[in-house]
């Protein structure tokens, strides 16, 4: 058991782990002649902001402007805001006045709407959709990004600064997957260089995933990487590869309610509203989670599997070999990597060290 | 359009709507002579819990002390706590002293905690199973019942008052099978009944899922309900006919930022963080939310139904029809009726009505 009280559902993180964690990317990324801007989506936290720092994290990401003026009034410059412009934000955009901002635009109507507004500098990237499927210009569709490229020309605040690429797919598949969606990021950035570089010649390609920044070595073409998720992993990149479990830097504590002896399962206060309700299925089984023991400063993988088979928004049953539940009261902490970090530490809105200290999340600290 | 202005992903609630649904549960439990404790954790509302007192609702039911202490806190009174007791909560309790609570008990160990250590009056249900799998004791298991009856017998500030039955398996099968189940949880309270009535003269017999609640007409051997979804409903109770889509009472309102004409696609700020991650699937095609349009003071339902195929951390895609293509520009914002309504309120933490008032949720308001 953990040296501290926990009563109710807590997220721990575990400093040392998120901070190897960050260390080899950081390493990696200098070892490539790579520049890093890490998505902060993933922990929202000041403190991991500033782990971050300590390795020479100087430029960060994020998905909203609330995360941008969170980070900001918390000293952060170099935010580049990681999603489509949202146009009715543009008041929000002129707030960030002064400071080195970067949006990304995917289209003409905002670009043309950004470029009358905005009056002070301000960087962009278009996002190109390499065959993700879910945001950015199509690969193809040049004649759109010589459109925003013309739009945003008209208001020389508008600082055109490269191409951003989320393949967001490698999430979904396996090394061989991975490889390839990563070459196929190349080639774009590749094609995109080959036409705009002459008349933008400092523009830089940017590639956003954790799972080819973790496992590829070849970046020919890139420049920089934003992946967020890297900081914490959790079992999705485990079961791609991107991480082992002995990576993830976070796991929910949650009490055990019931014991059911009977039929090896173990109830626990921990549901969809702590998780999140994201699962890995295979072979017709739904995986919400897995189970850890604390020790007291640390937690361990048990040598038998045991895993979350159900869940509801606030009771999760685990289903539990027999060296577990031999182990296993009412009243015990048992805790429970996830399947997606950035989801439970949204849930959760706030961290606890294996020390006990308080790590503080967005979520929990703005309204 | 609605009358004001939203800027950010923001859950919109329709007071006519969730009125009618709680005027709705409430004359059809007195008709039908059942009392009625509704599950406070759906809206975690101090505005909609006095919408539920406006038609006589004098008993509630929260799924955390953190639930009840909002709630006892905010003049409420005969709370019941629907979550097997955590025993690391026992000093929780004891800070209910002299308001009338009740809890629920699942198993031995617990209970002769608790009567060792409470000091006021407290009452009880008995969690019973009867085929959902979740929580409880498995209703063959009179065994187990006569020792927790016998382990609180011990206290006498301990009150037995009744059994309790959450069927959450009607919540992911058809009409058919939500007769099915209803008949086996009358069944599960007639033998319950038949066996500790004579010693319990005043049992109660409550049962706690919506699709019943909603859709069945005899009750015979129930004397308590306790749903809590039928507020708001979702399209989870509108695919298996709990209500119609009509009368699901929220939608989150979330900006438009990009229009893809070549894919009949539309990429809206609303994802998981927003909706939470449920998901209704069918022929193999996911369904993360369904558009609705909003107008001065409504929302309106699309003749031609679009959907969000796929939603991510803070991105969703919706798959529209070419009416509705025509109709949406980037900038506007889009309605989504969502899968899992009580996730959706627990992901988004307060409300605005259609006339923009502010309605509280507890994760909103306390830290």
Request: hydrophobic share 40%; glycine share 6%.
């Amino acid at each position: 058991m953990l040296d501290f009280e926990i009563k109710n559902p807590t997220l721990i993180l575990d400093e040392a782990i998120c901070r190897k964690n960050i260390k080899r990317m950081s390493i990696k990324a200098k070892s490539l002649n790579l520049k890093i801007a890490p998505h902060f989506k993933t922990h929202q936290s000041l403190k991991v902001a500033e782990w971050c720092k300590d390795y020479g994290v100087e430029e960060i990401s994020v998905s909203s402007f609330r995360m941008a003026f969170y980070f900001r009034d918390r000293g952060f410059k170099n935010i580049h805001i990681a999603f489509p412009f949202n146009p009715l934000l543009i008041e929000d955009l002129a707030l960030m006045q002064g400071q080195p901002v970067s949006i990304q635009l995917v289209n003409e109507e905002v670009t043309k709407l950004v470029a009358q507004k905005v009056q002070s500098q301000v960087g962009f990237f278009i996002e190109i959709d390499a065959g993700y499927g879910r945001a950015g210009v199509p690969i193809e569709n040049f004649e759109l990004i010589d459109r925003i490229l013309r739009a945003a020309a008209e208001n020389k605040n508008l600082a055109f600064k490269g191409f951003y690429i989320h393949a967001g797919h490698t999430y979904h598949t396996d090394l061989e997957g991975i490889e390839k969606i990563h070459k196929e990021t190349q080639e774009a950035f590749r094609i995109l260089k080959a036409k705009y570089s002459s008349q933008y010649s400092n523009l830089a390609c940017r590639s956003g995933d954790t799972p080819s920044a973790s496992l590829m070595e070849d970046f020919e073409h890139i420049d920089e990487l934003g992946p967020g998720n890297f900081v914490f992993y959790d079992l999705t990149q485990a079961a791609i590869g991107s991480c082992n479990k002995e990576d993830i830097a976070v796991a929910l504590a949650a009490p055990v309610v019931d014991v059911k002896a009977e039929k090896n399962e173990i109830l626990i206060h921990c549901g969809g509203v702590h998780l999140s309700k994201d699962v890995l299925e295979g072979n017709g089984v739904k995986n919400f989670g897995e189970v850890v023991l604390f020790e007291k400063d640390k937690w361990i993988i048990p040598p038998e599997r045991a895993f979350l088979k159900s869940i509801s928004q606030e009771h999760g049953l685990i289903h539990a070999p027999d060296s577990l539940m031999e182990k296993i009261n009412t009243g015990d902490i048992i805790g429970i990597l996830p399947i997606h970090s950035c989801m439970t530490a949204d849930c959760m809105r706030s961290y606890r060290t294996l020390d006990n200290d308080l790590v503080d999340h967005l979520e929990g600290t703005m309204k």
